[in-house]
């Protein structure tokens, strides 16, 4: 069955670095976009990030871009975002989510349960 | 970007109510819109996209319609494992944007 396993969220001081990973499982990784996702504690989902299956192609919400960074090694099944800079705003759980290659309309069809990042001194 | 609107913010209802929660973009987005449920401490799961298909496994008293720039997302007879948050999505354009959601609580 299909999996997508978040870890590396931690506490971390404002201005510090950290990645964080998304092991794929059950699936054609290497076929598939992915999408980071995140949700700040007691609010809504914002999206970060998208890469394209092969890692050609990435977009970034304006709110990470040039902060953050995804990437994917897909000889792995997993995928990164390496976050830089670290705000306050930044905290909140990160979800990994999986875009349905065989439809048109991008929908996220399978997401991680996600991992905590505090961003706190 | 594409801003995402969402109607109301909260709803209480009852196992059995018919429930209507719409959505609502800045600009067309051509049925490029997902519905979300999302329970307390869980990750979201994917209830309908393309503004009307269902997604497998999803029960049928969940159905969405809409076009252009208004959405609906209805639940024809509330069951007890529906009280939850949900979240339209446009993936008409980059970047997506997610509605600021809808809980549904008991009344």
């Known amino acids: 069955q299909v999996q997508l396993v978040e870890s590396g969220g931690g506490v971390v001081q404002p201005g510090r670095s950290l990645r964080l990973s998304c092991v794929a499982s059950?699936?054609?990784?290497?076929?598939?976009?992915m999408h980071w996702v995140r949700q700040a504690p007691g609010k809504g989902l914002e999206w970060v990030v998208v890469i394209s299956y092969d890692g050609s192609n990435k977009y970034y919400a304006d709110s990470v871009k040039g902060r953050f960074t995804i990437s994917r090694d897909n000889s792995k099944n997993t995928l990164y975002l390496q976050m830089n800079s670290l705000r306050a705003e930044d905290t909140a759980v990160y979800f990994c989510?999986?875009?349905?290659?065989?439809?048109?309309?991008?929908?996220?069809?399978?997401w991680g349960q996600g991992t905590l990042l505090t961003v706190s001194s | 970007d594409i801003q995402m609107t969402q109607s109301p913010s909260s709803l209480s209802a009852s196992v059995g109510d018919r429930v209507t929660i719409t959505c609502r973009a800045s600009q067309s987005i051509s049925r490029h819109l997902n519905w979300y449920q999302q329970k307390p401490g869980e990750a979201p799961k994917l209830l309908i996209y393309?503004?009307?298909t269902l997604q497998s496994g999803v029960p049928s008293r969940f159905s969405g319609s809409g076009s252009g720039t208004d959405y609906t997302l209805t639940i024809s007879s509330l069951q007890p494992g529906d009280f939850a948050s949900y979240y339209c999505q446009q993936s008409y354009s980059t970047p997506s944007t997610f509605g600021p959601g809808t809980k549904v609580d008991v009344k």
């Open positions: 059950g699936f054609t990784f290497s076929t598939y976009a």
């Open positions: 393309a503004a009307s």
């Open positions: 989510a999986r875009e349905d290659p065989d439809s048109a309309w991008y929908e996220l069809d399978y």
